[in-house]
């Protein structure tokens, strides 16, 4: 189980941070990321961390304002947002996949675990 939380109503400029408590699983085992869909739109994946060597990826959209981490005492992947423009709004979900391929990780058919999702909404 994936569960989620930290999303929330924010003005452009602004922070965030999600945090994703993950169990049921042996968390060590998974790449973790984070996955968003904003209204109209396919799911994209914005960050994610390998299990083999914590090698991140971010994608183009994200970089010098977004930043991934986890923490594998607490079985929990956070996802720290600076800077938030309005085209960051969407449904944030955490996601695990066994792939330990960075490359492959940036495809969302590689997630096998999926959280609930958070919405961040990012007023102008």
């Known amino acids: 189980q994936l569960q989620a939380f930290g999303g929330g109503l924010v003005q452009a400029g602004g922070s965030l941070r999600l945090s994703c408590a993950v169990s049921?699983?042996?968390?060590?085992?998974?790449?973790m990321s984070w996955i968003r869909q904003a209204p109209g739109k396919e799911r994209e994946v914005v960050s994610c961390m390998s299990k083999s060597d914590g090698s991140i990826y971010y994608a183009d959209s994200v970089k010098g304002r977004f930043t991934i981490s986890r923490n594998n005492a607490k079985d929990t992947v956070y996802l720290q947002m600076n800077n938030l423009k309005p085209e960051d709004t969407a449904t944030y979900y955490c996601a695990g996949s066994r792939t330990v391929i960075l490359s492959a990780l940036r495809d969302v058919a590689a997630y096998g675990y999926w959280g609930q999702g958070t919405l961040v909404t990012v007023s102008s």
């Open positions: 049921g699983i042996t968390f060590d085992d998974y790449a």
